[in-house]
């Protein structure tokens, strides 16, 4: 069934932490050390960071502090969105693949 694919599939592995088994010491002495150098590599595309000055400062632009300045730049407002960015990061970076040294995040 699909369903069985889907969950025998290496990423679902990665999605989803608490099924993957621990291992253990004695196996991880006997690994390939090609396996020492596997990562996950997270491509965080399109995250728009953009910094302008308002007023007096420059600023990281957001949706919700500067509406009436992207608007006056013809920019759509709901394409500023470092909160979400934010957030991707927080989890990624709380992942147990990052706490083991597995995990490369580029912006």
């Not at 592995?13 to 997270?42: F, G, Y």
């Not at 013809?74 to 909160?83: A, G, L, M």
């Amino acid at each position: 069934s699909a369903a069985r694919a889907h969950s025998s599939h290496p990423w679902h592995r990665i999605a989803c932490p608490r099924q993957m088994s621990e291992p253990s010491p004695q196996s991880a002495a006997t690994d390939d050390p090609k396996r020492e150098k596997t990562r996950l590599i997270v491509l965080l595309e399109r995250a728009c960071l953009e910094t302008a000055k308002v007023g007096k400062d420059y600023v990281l632009l957001d949706c919700d502090n500067h509406k009436n300045f992207l608007m006056k730049h013809k920019r759509n407002p709901s394409d500023y969105r470092p909160d979400i960015l934010h957030q991707c990061l927080l989890i990624l970076l709380d992942s147990p693949l990052n706490k083991a040294g597995m995990l490369l995040v580029y912006i």
